[in-house]
Nanobody
Framework: QAQLVESGGGLVQPGGSLRLSCAASGFTFDYYCIGWFRQVPGKEREGVSYITRRGSTNYADSVKGRFTISRDNARDTVYLQMNSLKPEDTAVYYC????????????????WGKGTLVTVSS
């Protein structure tokens, strides 16, 4: 059974950093594109970043230059390093996996984690 488990969320002050992890199991991780999404209550979920099975990366304009996505295929894990955090980054962050080449949209994804809360506040 495919499973994705996010960790690393928490409370951080503006300007601070967090690293989120997404541990995968139950499917052939190497073959999947992995994406990070986030959602604020009352708003639609939005794509933050994704990394293809070949290691190509993509970022939303709002996080470019501040967030870095990476993957460790030996550990079946994807990371999202978040620096220079802003209050508007506050959201529940989800990781998701897609068997296809493209994985920047909700509709592309096959499996989802349950999310981890990131709160940026002083």
């Amino acid at each position: 059974q495919a499973q994705l488990v996010e960790s690393g969320g928490g409370l951080v002050q503006p300007g601070g950093s967090l690293r989120l992890s997404c541990a995968a199991s139950g499917f052939t991780f190497d073959y999947y594109c992995i994406g990070w999404f986030r959602q604020v209550p009352g708003k639609e979920r939005e794509g933050v970043s994704y990394i293809t099975r070949r290691g190509s990366t993509n970022y939303a304009d709002s996080v470019k230059g501040r967030f870095t996505i990476s993957r460790d295929n030996a550990r079946d894990t994807v990371y999202l390093q978040m620096n220079s955090l802003k209050p508007e980054d506050t959201a529940v962050y989800y990781c998701a996996a897609a068997a296809g080449i493209i994985c920047g949209r909700d509709s592309d994804m096959d499996y989802w984690g349950k999310g981890t809360l990131v709160t940026v506040s002083s």
